[in-house]
Antibody, heavy 120, light 110 residues
């Protein structure tokens, strides 16, 4: 059974940094592209980033490009999202997703999410 | 970037059929947009219902189906159940590598 467990969320001041992790199990991690999707309180879903199975292709939404960096460690079955220059509008629940194939950007399986709050 | 539009809210009677739609501001929705549909209930993570227009997942109830309809992606619920009350989101790749979610449709079963 696919399991995705996010961690690393918390309270951070504007301009600060945070690194999210997603521990994956139940599938061959190195064979699948992965993504992060976020949801601000009371709002809809926003796709923010994806990385191919090989790690050589990354994609970002305009809202986070240049501030967020997505990476993966296949030896640890873990996905990372390094977030810097955080803004109040980055406050959201961040979901890790397993996508439909090695270069897919669309989620098939979802984690339960981790809350990031950007506030002074 | 593309704007993806869904009905903000719909109401369906138990046992009835309802169709939700998903439109792109850039061009008619086609298979190249890789339309996906997701269901989210309050306090829960989303789950993927439909991939690539009409492919169901093992957990997708048979009463849900996906299609292309008049240049839009469509999610049809045939025989609505009370447990289908939820927010439904579509996802389109109008620009490759830049998927965009629709604003969501709040479905009420009443």
């Amino acid at each position: 059974e696919v399991e995705l467990v996010e961690s690393g969320g918390g309270l951070v001041q504007p301009g600060g940094s945070l690194r999210l992790s997603c521990a994956a199990s139940g599938f061959t991690f190195s064979s699948y592209a992965m993504s992060w999707v976020r949801q601000a309180p009371g709002m809809g879903l926003e796709w923010i980033s994806a990385v191919s199975s090989s790690g050589d292709r990354t994609y970002y939404a305009d809202s986070v490009r240049g501030r967020f960096t997505l990476s993966r460690d296949d030896s640890k079955n873990t996905l990372f999202l390094q977030m810097s220059s955080l803004r109040v509008e980055d406050t959201a629940v961040y979901y890790c997703t397993k996508n439909g194939g090695p270069v897919a950007t669309h989620p098939h399986h979802w984690g339960q999410g981790t809350l990031v709050t950007v506030s002074s | 970037q593309a704007v993806v539009t869904q009905e903000p809210s719909l109401t369906v009677s138990p046992g009835a059929t309802v169709t939700l739609t998903c439109d792109s501001s850039i061009k008619p929705v086609t298979s190249g947009h890789y339309p996906y549909w997701f269901q989210q209930k309050p306090g829960q993570a989303p789950r993927t219902l439909i991939s690539d227009i009409s492919d169901k997942h093992p957990w997708t109830p048979a009463r849900f189906s996906g299609s292309l309809l008049g240049g839009k992606a469509a999610l049809t619920l045939s025989g609505a159940q009370p447990e289908d009350e939820a927010e439904y989101y579509c996802l389109l790749s109008s620009i490759p590598g830049r998927p965009v979610f629709g604003g969501g449709t709040k479905l009420t079963v009443l």
